[in-house]
């Protein structure tokens, strides 16, 4: 009789978001003896950091990125990334009241502009500190602590907040009941979803890969039903389903991250003041560029 295999299951704190889709599929990982055991957090990455601090999280590479940044500089064993599962950036859209004074993205440019995040170090937190500097507001923002994606809807509703920042297609539904009005779109400067742990895992990155090429190879003829009637992922409707799958690119090599991007990452958690510069700077004069402490062994940074 043909021996088996014994399976390791590996616990893996995730937010769900349609970008994880294949994660959740786990296709192929059966081949490298390894399963799943997704622990979905829909409140985002700092709190699957939280609630699974041991395991391995999938999710918003900028927090990630903080939390091993601040680790490091700290002397504290600490995960690292073990790859990266998307080369696109994420689409942000600026979401406001439908009967907002805002007409476009300058026109925040004022003072007292209270713009609503899920928490501080957040996607939502730095994106607006990345479209502040980018666009030359001469105003900071205000921002409002609202935890998550029904809080910053709520925010809106009631004023506590001006406008806020979320993943397009994910608001989408939210813009055709007209709930809210979409300002405008800004895209962040680095593919937005990777993977951390504290050790290297064999077989978790050739695995990943494995059920990144199943997917896309199979999207439309195996995968799109399951998208669209998944509990777990809440899709507008098929053709926005298809709009986001053609705008967005998997990676090819989950082990191959773009140093330049970590590094565009710890500038603007530096210039957001997540990052102490000082600390940062005694870190680097000691160690070298952080980027290079940022990922385990098995990575290849380009």
């Given at each position: 009789m043909p021996s088996t295999i014994e399976k390791r299951l590996v616990r893996l704190g995730c937010v769900p978001e349609h970008f994880s889709t294949p994660l959740y599929l786990q296709k192929h990982m059966d081949k490298h003896a390894?399963?799943?055991?997704?622990?979905?957090?829909?409140?985002?990455?700092?709190?699957?950091?939280?609630?699974?601090?041991?395991?391995p999280i999938a999710?918003?590479?900028?927090r990630l990125v903080a939390r091993i940044c601040k680790h490091l500089i700290d002397g504290k064993e600490t995960s690292r990334?073990?790859?990266?599962?998307?080369?696109?950036?994420?689409k942000w859209s600026l979401a406001v009241k439908p009967q907002s004074r805002y007409q476009q993205i300058r026109d925040l440019d004022?003072?007292?502009?209270r713009i609503g995040i899920s928490r501080y170090g957040s996607g939502s937190h730095i994106m607006a500190i990345v479209m502040n500097t980018?666009?030359?507001f001469k105003h900071p923002f205000e921002f409002v602590v609202l935890d998550n994606f029904q809080g910053l809807r709520d925010g809106i509703e009631t004023e506590k907040c001006d406008a806020f920042m979320w993943e397009v297609v994910t608001t989408k539904p939210w813009y055709d009941n007209q709930t809210l009005r979409m300002l405008d779109i800004v895209s962040c400067p680095w593919p937005s979803f990777s993977i951390a742990s504290q050790t290297e895992i064999p077989g978790l990155q050739e695995g990943i890969d494995a059920s990144i090429q199943d997917f896309v190879k199979g999207f439309e003829t195996q995968y799109l039903d399951y998208v669209l009637q998944s509990q777990v992922f809440h899709y507008p409707n098929k053709q926005d389903v298809m709009n986001w799958f053609r705008d967005n690119k998997f990676t090819l090599n989950v082990k191959k991250i773009q140093r330049k991007d970590l590094?565009?990452?710890v500038d603007s958690l530096k210039q957001s003041g997540i990052l102490n510069q000082d600390q940062l700077k005694d870190y680097e004069l000691k160690h070298g560029p952080i980027e290079a402490h940022l990922v385990h062994p098995s990575v290849i940074l380009e």
């Amino acid at each position: 009789m043909p021996s088996t295999i014994e399976k390791r299951l590996v616990r893996l704190g995730c937010v769900p978001e349609h970008f994880s889709t294949p994660l959740y599929l786990q296709k192929h990982m059966d081949k490298h003896a390894l399963g799943l055991d997704i622990v979905s957090v829909p409140q985002g990455t700092g709190e699957a950091i939280e609630i699974t601090p041991d395991a391995p999280i999938a999710g918003n590479r900028p927090r990630l990125v903080a939390r091993i940044c601040k680790h490091l500089i700290d002397g504290k064993e600490t995960s690292r990334l073990l790859g990266s599962y998307t080369q696109s950036p994420l689409k942000w859209s600026l979401a406001v009241k439908p009967q907002s004074r805002y007409q476009q993205i300058r026109d925040l440019d004022a003072q007292g502009t209270r713009i609503g995040i899920s928490r501080y170090g957040s996607g939502s937190h730095i994106m607006a500190i990345v479209m502040n500097t980018n666009y030359g507001f001469k105003h900071p923002f205000e921002f409002v602590v609202l935890d998550n994606f029904q809080g910053l809807r709520d925010g809106i509703e009631t004023e506590k907040c001006d406008a806020f920042m979320w993943e397009v297609v994910t608001t989408k539904p939210w813009y055709d009941n007209q709930t809210l009005r979409m300002l405008d779109i800004v895209s962040c400067p680095w593919p937005s979803f990777s993977i951390a742990s504290q050790t290297e895992i064999p077989g978790l990155q050739e695995g990943i890969d494995a059920s990144i090429q199943d997917f896309v190879k199979g999207f439309e003829t195996q995968y799109l039903d399951y998208v669209l009637q998944s509990q777990v992922f809440h899709y507008p409707n098929k053709q926005d389903v298809m709009n986001w799958f053609r705008d967005n690119k998997f990676t090819l090599n989950v082990k191959k991250i773009q140093r330049k991007d970590l590094r565009t990452i710890v500038d603007s958690l530096k210039q957001s003041g997540i990052l102490n510069q000082d600390q940062l700077k005694d870190y680097e004069l000691k160690h070298g560029p952080i980027e290079a402490h940022l990922v385990h062994p098995s990575v290849i940074l380009e």
